[in-house]
């Protein structure tokens, strides 16, 4: 007999105090129906499953005294195996107002949404880019000219004191003092210009305040130009993802999305496979929900600082556990979602599996 029959017949939930666990009766193991989706279900084998989903489900499993065996099923085949009895219950089902009207979801437990992973690099052609970008020579001029404005100063108050160092010509009294203020500048001070009068050194002392400051705001604009001349710039999403190699998942909502947009892609069996291939070069952008990107970057290949995930801004993605309609264990498995949702111990179970979330 299928386990969802024995469920609707054999289900108890004694009347009990209202902190105390319900205590669930039930003649048959549940088959849950689970696919690797990580970090919601992470697939070691066949017969050992972990995740976010997962978790929550055997908290949940526990405290309704439920005996279950998960099931190894594909991404399709979760809610065609809820309707035709194969399996009892799915629970990294993402909830849809297409199939409420055959099936019943819990409460939903996690939120996510489309993102795009791409690689992050810079080549020395991206270095080049930035250095003649009209961003960067903008800044550069400027400086160029503060700089003559205080070598033409600092000539002034020290040509009477050295002039065998600033010489007799203007010109070449500007150049030394364009010469002091770069190397002040760039706190490299070599030593061979020095101040000597008190009107110079108290210059000195106020363009080496003026010049950390400049530096600073240098540095950033470099990083700036860098990022947005270079890989580092996110792609546009979608209309950046035509003509260029793609990868999604094989059935995901990724995927959907492509073929409404009729972008062409590479399909890949699992998230892992497909970041390795973004890591090799095989694509250059890998569509997917959020966490699942995070967790496999962080997770599967290591922690890699040249792999770049933005939000889409499309299709959130709502998890909840897919139960027949009308399903007894509905109402107690909702208020144990709430429950453990509100619980500091949840947000614990989130950061292992979603540090960066």
């Known amino acids: 007999m299928i386990a969802v029959i024995a469920v609707s017949c054999a289900l108890t939930i004694p009347t009990h105090a209202q902190d105390d666990p ?6 048959e193991p549940l088959i849950i129906g689970v696919y690797d989706d990580p970090p919601f279900v992470i697939a070691a084998d066949d017969r050992t499953w972990d995740g976010l989903s997962v978790q929550l489900w055997r908290e949940i499993a526990e405290e309704l005294n439920i005996d279950y065996e998960f099931r190894s099923v594909l991404r399709n085949e979760q809610l065609p195996g ?9 629970i990294n089902t993402i909830a849809s107002g297409e199939s409420e009207a055959q099936i019943d979801y819990s409460q939903i437990y996690h939120t996510t949404e489309l993102g795009a992973a791409e690689r992050r690099e810079q080549t020395p052609v991206d270095v080049i880019r930035a250095v003649i970008s009209p961003q960067f020579l903008s800044t550069a001029l400027w400086i160029v000219v503060l ?5 033409a100063l600092i000539w002034l108050l020290e040509g009477r004191h050295n002039a065998e160092l600033y010489g007799e010509k203007p010109h070449h009294g500007v150049w030394t003092g364009f010469w002091w203020a770069a190397v002040t500048m760039s706190t490299i001070g070599y030593g061979d210009v020095v101040p000597k009068s008190t009107a110079g050194r108290a210059l000195a002392l106020i363009w080496m305040l003026i010049a950390m400051v400049i530096t600073a705001s240098l540095t950033a604009t470099i990083t700036t130009t860098l990022t947005l001349t270079s890989g580092f710039q996110p792609v546009a999403f979608p209309e950046g993802l035509q003509g260029i190699p793609i990868g999604a998942v094989d059935t ?6 492509l073929d409404e947009e009729g972008i062409d892609y590479q ?5 892992t496979d497909a970041m390795q291939a973004l890591r090799d070069r095989e694509i250059d952008v890998f569509v997917d929900n959020i966490a699942s990107l995070r967790y496999v970057r962080n997770q599967a290949i290591g922690p890699l600082q040249d792999i770049n995930i933005q939000s889409t801004g499309r299709l959130p993605q709502l998890y909840a556990f897919a139960l027949p309609q009308d399903s007894p264990l509905r109402e107690p498995i909702n208020r144990l979602i709430l429950k453990r949702m509100n619980n500091a111990q949840w947000h614990d179970v989130l950061s292992r599996y979603m540090p960066n979330e």
């Open 22 to 27: 319900p205590v669930t009766v039930i003649d």
């Open 82 to 90: 809820i309707l035709d009895g194969t399996i009892d219950i799915a």
């Open 147 to 151: 700089l003559v404005i205080v070598g």
């Open 252 to 257: 995901s909502l990724g995927a959907q999305l």
């Open 267 to 271: 399909s890949y069996a699992t998230a």
